[in-house]
């Protein structure tokens, strides 16, 4: 009925297609495992971000707030470490410390 030659050609196609699916299947896991990777990088930014308080232009985390007397008052102390490593004391009297 058909020649050989066209049972081959129209074998080499359906080898083709199957190997361009499987290529494709690949680029789009690589395309989902990037978007993957920048969300979660943007989301660990965030979140560092939404857990500092800004010190002078620079964030700073907070590491300890208690009840004390700072000066001639008394309220919460917070103790915040910037990323260079500096310790900084805010006074915020009857308020509870900022993260």
């Known amino acids: 009925m ?3 030659k066209f049972l081959n050609n129209y074998k080499i196609i359906i080898i083709l297609s199957i190997l361009n699916v499987k290529l494709f299947n690949k680029y789009i896991v ?3 495992m990037k978007k993957l990777v920048v969300s ?3 989301l660990f930014t965030l979140l560092t971000q939404l857990n500092a308080y800004n010190i002078g232009g620079e964030y700073a985390t907070l590491i300890n707030c ?3 007397q ?3 008052q008394y309220g919460n102390i917070g103790t915040y ?4 490593g500096q310790i900084y004391q805010i006074f915020f009297g009857q308020n509870y ?3």
Do not use: M, V
């Open 81 to 84: 470490k910037t990323a260079r």
């Open 97 to 99: 410390c900022q993260n």
């Open 70 to 72: 700072y000066g001639y």
């Open 2 to 4: 058909y020649s050989s």
């Open 40 to 42: 979660i990088i943007f």
């Open 66 to 68: 208690q009840w004390g």
């Open 30 to 32: 690589e395309l989902k």
